[in-house]
């Protein structure tokens, strides 16, 4: 799972701080569980900073 990679190099690595960009959720993913982004979130042992695709949360055409 990306999660389980992303969490294993920001150990690996000594992070301070992990930078995730992320959409509005999708509602079909949220009835199967939490997004790769909100999973790394609770598990990494770091900050963690995510970026909202503005454009997305807007509703702008072209932004899927």
Known sequence: HPADTLVQIAQER???LVVLGTREP??????????V????AH???????I???AAAAAGR???A
């Open 51 to 53: 970026v909202h695709d």
């Open 14 to 16: 000594g992070a301070d």
């Open 61 to 63: 055409p072209g932004t």
């Open 26 to 35: 999708n509602v079909v993913a949220r009835l199967f569980g939490q997004s």
């Open 43 to 49: 598990r990494v042992h770091c900050d963690v900073l």
């Open 37 to 40: 982004t909100e999973s790394v």
